[in-house]
């Protein structure tokens, strides 16, 4: 078992920035590929960025590409997502999750266990 708690969410407005953290449970987080994904009201969860174990290679959805950075450290068990030049259309529940078996891991399904979400607000 696997525990995801997410922080650094908040208010903020259009044009800023903001860090969430991961922090994971267990020590194998090393092997697993870590994804953030979102969800906003009355809409799907939705992929926003995923990181593979070593944290040599990364993927990000065109919404957030170029402006959202994925980083690991494997020594904290912690995963991060930063964020600049947040629109409105950020505002939603991030969650980070672990990665099961998969090739993409650009679907929830690929992904086992997940955190309880943290609030991104970006006001215009």
């Known amino acids: 078992q696997v525990q995801l708690v997410e922080s650094g969410g908040g208010l903020v407005q259009a044009g800023g920035s903001l860090r969430l953290s991961c922090a994971a449970s267990?020590?194998?987080?090393?092997?697993?590929?870590m994804g953030w994904f979102r969800q906003a009201p009355g809409k799907e969860r939705e992929f926003v960025t995923r990181?593979?174990?070593?944290?040599?290679?990364?993927y990000y959805a065109d919404s957030v590409k170029g402006r959202f950075t994925i980083s690991r450290d494997n020594a904290k068990n912690t995963v991060y997502l930063q964020m600049n030049s947040l629109k409105p259309e950020d505002t939603a529940v991030y969650y980070c999750?672990?990665?099961?078996?998969?090739?993409?891991?650009?679907?929830?399904?690929?992904?086992?266990?997940w955190g309880q979400g943290t609030q991104v607000t970006v006001s215009s």
């Open positions: 999750a672990v990665g099961d078996i998969g090739v993409s891991f650009r679907r929830p399904e690929e992904y086992r266990y």
């Open positions: 267990g020590r194998t987080f090393s092997l697993y590929t």
């Open positions: 990181i593979r174990p070593s944290g040599g290679s990364t």
